[in-house]
């Protein structure tokens, strides 16, 4: 099932390169400049951190760089802390110590992470469809005065819904007790793929709306939309269980495919909200 990572990845690091590059380009200005040092510098923390191995960490450098520029509400040519950066760091720093608490008794239960960190495919994974999002606002605007606040309705949902899955995963093997599978409601080992419980769910809701609150305050997101981008999230999470018991459990989809399909349907679902709201 290796061929849906790498397809993966050759959908989203091109996509959002090339993107970066072009309005590189097009407007190299300080905040361009800015934008792409932090982008390096951040890949080269996360190397130094053992969170990412180096491929992983160039192609977080390249998402991050994209979610910075994109023509998102409050960004693009402004600033980057009036960008998508404030709340993929906030995943970064939930995700970051969700995964590093409680690592010895992970260990014991055999769910620890690698301690190399993520690979390329799991950072694409999990930060692809906001990257993608962010990429398709460049070349892709909407005819519509509110076309900025759709990609950031996009981008938000898919950033809090990865942040979401991590930190209820992480946090549930460690303080949720015994998991129950989501579709037959039976316990299973910590672990399993599709296995839920309550304080997994409870910790990585908290953690999608941190996410959310973040970005409504860096693009200036009324409340509709931080509303329906946290609804997409939370509905994202419950599809990436879904997904792990069902189609990732029978060996049709690897974790790869189900998280980033998980942060397409966290999207889907709150621009649809969006839509009717608007």
């Known amino acids: 099932m290796r061929w849906q990572s790498w397809l993966?990845?050759?959908?989203?690091?091109?996509?959002?390169?090339?993107?970066?590059?072009?309005?590189?380009?097009?407007?190299?200005?300080?905040?361009?400049?800015?934008?792409?040092?932090?982008?390096?510098?951040?890949?080269l923390l996360v190397f130094l951190a053992r969170?990412?191995?180096?491929?992983?960490?160039?192609?977080?450098?390249?998402?991050?760089?994209?979610?910075?520029?994109?023509?998102?509400?409050?960004?693009?040519?402004?600033?980057?802390?009036?960008?998508?950066?404030?709340?993929?760091?906030?995943?970064?720093?939930?995700t970051f110590s969700a995964t590093r608490f409680g690592r010895g008794k992970k260990q014991r239960l055999g769910v620890a992470e690698d301690k190399r960190g993520r690979n390329a495919a799991q950072v694409a994974a999990n930060l692809g469809v906001a990257g993608l999002g962010a990429a398709f606002a460049f070349s892709h605007p909407l005819p519509h005065p509110l076309s900025g606040a759709w990609f950031a309705v996009i981008v938000t949902a898919a950033l809090a819904e990865a942040t979401a899955d991590t930190v209820a995963s992480e946090l549930g093997e460690v303080l949720g007790g015994q998991p129950l599978l989501v579709t037959t409601r039976r316990q299973v080992a910590p672990g399993t793929d599709g296995a839920i419980s309550l304080a997994g769910t409870l910790t990585g809701t908290g953690g999608a709306v941190l996410v959310v609150l973040v970005a409504a305050f860096t693009l200036q997101l009324g409340l509709g939309a931080a509303v329906c981008a946290a609804l997409g999230a939370i509905g994202g999470l419950f599809v990436d269980?879904?997904?792990?018991?069902?189609?990732?459990?029978?060996?049709?989809?690897?974790?790869?495919?189900?998280?980033?399909?998980?942060?397409?349907?966290?999207?889907?679902?709150?621009?649809?909200?969006?839509?009717?709201?608007?």
């Not at 977080?60 to 404030?86: C, D, E, M, Q, R």
Request: aromatic letters at 8%; glycine letters at 6%.
């Open 51 to 94: 969170a990412a191995t180096p491929f992983a960490a160039v192609t977080g450098g390249v998402i991050t760089a994209v979610l910075t520029l994109a023509p998102l509400p409050k960004s693009g040519l402004s600033s980057w802390h009036h960008s998508a950066l404030p709340p993929l760091l906030a995943l970064f720093l939930l």
């Open 8 to 43: 993966m990845l050759a959908a989203v690091v091109p996509c959002c390169a090339i993107a970066t590059l072009r309005y590189a380009m097009a407007v190299w200005t300080g905040a361009t400049q800015t934008a792409l040092v932090i982008s390096l510098t951040l890949a």
């Open 241 to 278: 269980s879904l997904l792990g018991a069902t189609a990732e459990r029978r060996g049709w989809l690897n974790n790869d495919a189900v998280n980033f399909l998980s942060t397409f349907a966290a999207a889907v679902i709150a621009v649809n909200f969006f839509a009717i709201i608007h």
